[in-house]
């Protein structure tokens, strides 16, 4: 009886083993970059020695469920070498942390039959339309964005670096952050943003409303500005568009109508995705160097619509200073047909130093983006004034609130990323982090904080040298919205060192409403000007900083003192339309400089013993009308300013009254002028940077009053200027002019290996200008002057426009462009040059 009991517990124990081993085992982890730190969606989980394996989701994860022991597992995936761990007694996580290789997918070679990639993109092509989310007439959708920006490439180097010594115990904490496979980043800064975005097909209108914000970031005080910047309006990528524009850059979409002139594609496998049959397709650029990707795209074989894509740019491309672009992105379909992104996730390494010539491993800058959407809704437009304001921010954007994001936020926050904003807490109080910082800032924004609520600037403006003031020393500045949020104060002081004069400007600005912004402010100066180089025929005013320190470093020919009091208004009166009035009072005094500007006119032009004049006031009421469609502005702080347009020109009308007797002006004259700007993306062409003027004077108006054309007899190259043209050689009271500028990126130069291996690019300019002046305007100008030596003629272009035409190479050890320009009318007795070659810097990527 005994023996039968051992046998029976000998048979339950053998069954209880035989279950255990046939029990299922789930093993779970996460693919992560070993580098960046960021998931790596779509991998491939096999389990060695079998054919049973699974996919990463968007976020790196997967979950793998076994039937029979296993030895290991092994994760891979394009641009990454594979790793295998084993898969230990009892264990059900196990994470990796691939390190990324440099390798191309693999070419293939196909026989007289067609690729059977091609197909599938002719039929993605073929059904973009039901596909795009443009053909919707409208969707709205709640968004949220993580932005994170880090420091990576810690080498031994930069840890020895005085200042990050000081930051030891955060170092150590990033060592331990990255993990055992990983490598360690600095964390600058980390957002969260959640906002409703809204789209509108018929007319295309956009608007963001940002309900929350979450900033924390080294150097970042007041999140104001970057609350509008970190939203979704300005992280959209639709990959039907022929061209994406990325960091500025005009990139070909892989499913563009002509994709089969920029890429190679392969159909490399065909799974299902999340419930949908999809083929995979490889890709890469057929010419290295082109703006185009790396990587693979899934298509759904039902509708031929992308569900995933994972592409990259590659070293090669010509791109300065960015060492890796990836941009990831999960799709899902709409009730009506057209897929809307679910998920995207961007990330750039930024490597500068490496681009002039630093061989040494340097330390980079990482900029990581996620986006994710839900709550979608399609086909429920808005009236056209609904989306009038681009982004919108809620009064509360800022106010810390937990609870909000504890209930909202789409995806949780990792461990790694709480810890990340501990750390940069931590550094904004470390004084020489601090200090490195604030430098940045002034460097960028031209001002630098002297506390109290005052900042001084601008700063290229502090110092000049010219032949007239000798060594000019300014100092000036404003408020800021420390010292109010309605109130602007500012001002300055310049002295010359050879003239002995001391000028002056000084204004008070009122910001009546932010929404829509309105504003109201008046100004006093008295400076030194210079016939053709004033403020006024600009149109924007983002040059003017630039602009000005130019002119204030060159020597007069024509200068006169100018004494202005100005009463201006600001409105923008709807989306995209603004409105400017401005009243001012000017007292006009030119300056005989060695006798090379000597000017008078006539009181009585119809005579010519009329007495003669050089002093002069005038009184102006001016009307400015800016329109453009897709504009985008923004709020930094106290001050409203552009970003440019997307895709329309940017229209400015202006007209001035100038009044007689009235607070002591002596004419009575209309002027009118009309600008247009706009940037033409060409695709693999390149951009081209267009502006049209015209402007019309009626009445009679001394020379100063007149529009005498930039011209520039420096070595440097001016982009407003005819940069062949002597300084006011020519005047007009009538004109027309076209100044055109083309960037052909790589679109010649890539084709030459020597010059593609330097990423020079090549740029072309045009400038072309007819204009009179009329009899009245020339009677009213005096041959002599009151001290009876002969005035400076007027000179006018004749019956042929003025033309200059110019090729350069631009991008030359990243920062320097060459212009050789042509001169091709009015080479006689010119006080330009027929031929000049000019230099300037431009920093861009």
Known sequence: MRAYFYFLTGILLLCCCSVTFAQDITISGKVTDSQTGDPVPFANIVVNGTSLGTNTDFSGYYQLRLTEPADSITASYIGYHPRSKAVLPGQQVINFQLEETIQNLEEMVFTAEENPAFAILRNVIRNKEQNDKRTLEAYQYESY?????????????????????????????????AGEDGEAILPLFISESISDFYFRSDPELKKEFIKKTKISGVGIEDGTLVSQLIGSTFQEYNFYQNWLNIWNKEFVSPVADGWNGYYDVFLTDSLMVEGHFCYRLDLYPKRPGDLAFTGSIWVTKEQYALKQVDLWVDRVTNLNFIEKLKIQQEL????????????????????????????DEMTGILAKFFISNKDIEINQPHPTRFYDQKIEMAEDVQVPDRQFWDNNRHIPLTTTEKNVMIM??????????????????????????????????????????????GNRFRFGGRTTIDFSNKWILSGYLAYGTRDKD??????????????????????????????GLTFDDIFGDLRLIAFETFFRNIDYETPYYLRENRLQFKKELHRGLNQKVVLRSRQYQPIDLDSTFNYAYRLDPGSVDSELMQDFETTELTLETRYSRDERWIQNDNVRQSLGAINSPIITLRYTLGMKDVLGGDFNYHKIALNITKSLKMGFLGVSDLSVTGSKIFGQVPLPLLSAHLG?????????????????????????????????????????????????????????????????????????????????????LGDDPYLELGYGIENIFRVFRIDAIHRLTYLDDSQGENFAVKFSFNFTL
């Open 145 to 177: 964005t993580k932005i994170e920006i880090d420091l990576d490439n810690l080498t031994d180097k930069f840890r020895k670096r005085k200042i990050v010594k000081k930051v030891k115990q955060v170092i150590d904490s990033v060592d331990q952050i």
């Open 332 to 359: 899902e379909p709409s009730k009506e047909g057209p897929w809307l992104p679910v998920k995207t996730r961007v990330l750039t390494d930024f490597q500068l130093l490496k681009e002039f010539g630093f061989k």
């Open 424 to 469: 940069i807490d931590t550094m904004k109080q470390i004084p020489p982090v601090k200090r490195a910082t604030d430098l940045i800032t002034y460097l960028g924004s031209g001002y630098f904080d002297l506390g109290k609520k005052f900042e001084a600037g601008p700063y290229p403006l502090f110092y000049a040298n010219n032949d007239l003031e």
């Open 502 to 531: 001391l000028k002056y400007g000084a204004g008070i600005d009122y910001i009546i409403s932010r929404k829509p912004w309105t504003e109201i402010g008046v100004y006093s100066t008295r400076d030194i000007q210079q016939v």
């Open 712 to 796: 520039n007899e420096s070595p440097y190259y001016v982009a407003i200027a005819y940069n062949t043209m002597g300084f006011s050689e020519f005047v007009s009271d009538t004109y027309a002019s076209l100044n055109y500028q083309h960037h052909f990126e790589g679109f010649l130069l890539n084709r030459v290996p020597l010059f593609k291996k330097l990423k020079w690019r090549m740029v072309g300019t045009m400038n072309l200008l007819t204009g009179t002046v009329g009899e009245d305007n020339l009677n009213l100008h005096s041959e002599v002057g009151i001290n009876g030596l002969p005035t400076a003629p007027i000179k006018a």
